[in-house]
């Protein structure tokens, strides 16, 4: 599954109360029906003042070509989409979204770990926008990640659901990929990755502890965002898709 996710920026002077109602009233019931589209799923920030963002955006396409055209490619934060409900989609976020201050990822997901279905509507899911550390290519960090990290991560207390996102165009993507952990509680969440507003966290369980000292082997936890949201699926036409 390809899947293009948005970490949205509110426009200046709106408040984050309305922001989210524009979003959820009249650009989520568009962005769902999107061509191409096969599951749409939005997080919105259980704190909103020390996240990083307002909010993330999550839309699913069977093809990178699907994908590509209604959405646009890496590299172009702004683009220019032929399929109908796409560029009405695309006019609709100068209604709410601040375009330039909103970083995107366009990737192949990955499920390492799946202990609820994937029914993740209600869930609660931290996503990890991930960086390299200075001196390491794309390559070696992919490597470390799949072979040490995710192993590691999938395992962390708490964790009912475990995904990785890897970029389709590493040379033109924003970030070196997205680690995506879900939890039944927001309790659970908290006790093993940290709260909002804190970059860093010292995690008291024990496989949470041990992967929090691995990152220090690959990723440059200064430059990665991190946001913690309750996820809501809009739409889901997946089934019979592995992991879904």
């Known amino acids: 599954m390809f899947k293009h996710v948005a970490l949205l920026v509110r426009q200046e002077g709106m408040s984050h109360e309305e922001f989210r109602e524009y979003w959820e009233d009249n650009h989520s019931p568009l962005a769902k029906d999107i061509e191409g589209v096969v599951r749409y799923q939005t997080v919105y920030p259980n704190d909103p003042e020390n996240a990083e963002f307002d909010g993330l955006a999550e839309l699913y396409f069977e093809t ?27 006019e609709d976020v100068n209604n709410f979204l601040d375009v330039e201050r909103r970083p995107r990822f ?20 931290h996503s990890a926008f991930l960086v390299r550390q200075e001196g390491m290519s794309h390559e070696e960090f992919r490597e ?5 990290h995710s192993p590691l991560a999938k395992d962390i207390e708490g964790v009912v659901r475990y995904q990785t996102v890897y970029p389709t165009d590493p040379e033109n993507a924003e970030f070196d990929g997205v680690a995506e952990l879900y939890f039944e ?15 860093d966290y010292d995690p008291s369980r024990e496989v ?37």
């Not at 055209?69 to 683009?79: I, M, N, T, V």
């Not at 470390?144 to 040490?148: G, K, L, P, S, V």
Request: aromatic content about 8%.
């Open 208 to 244: 949470a502890a041990e992967a929090r000292e691995d990152v220090n082997n690959f990723l440059d936890v200064e430059r990665r965002p991190r946001f913690i949201g309750e996820e809501k699926v809009w739409k889901n036409e997946t089934e019979g898709v592995e992991g879904y």
């Open 144 to 148: 470390y990640w799949e072979d040490n």
């Open 185 to 199: 509680t927001l309790e659970d969440l908290h006790e093993a990755l940290g709260s909002e507003g804190s970059r």
């Open 64 to 90: 990178l070509d699907d994908l590509h055209e209604a959405l646009g490619s890496e590299g172009s934060r702004d683009y220019d989409p032929t399929r109908e409900v796409a560029a009405e989609a695309r």
């Open 106 to 125: 366009i990737g192949e997901e990955k499920v390492w770990k799946d202990e609820v279905d994937g029914e993740t509507d209600g869930l609660y899911k």
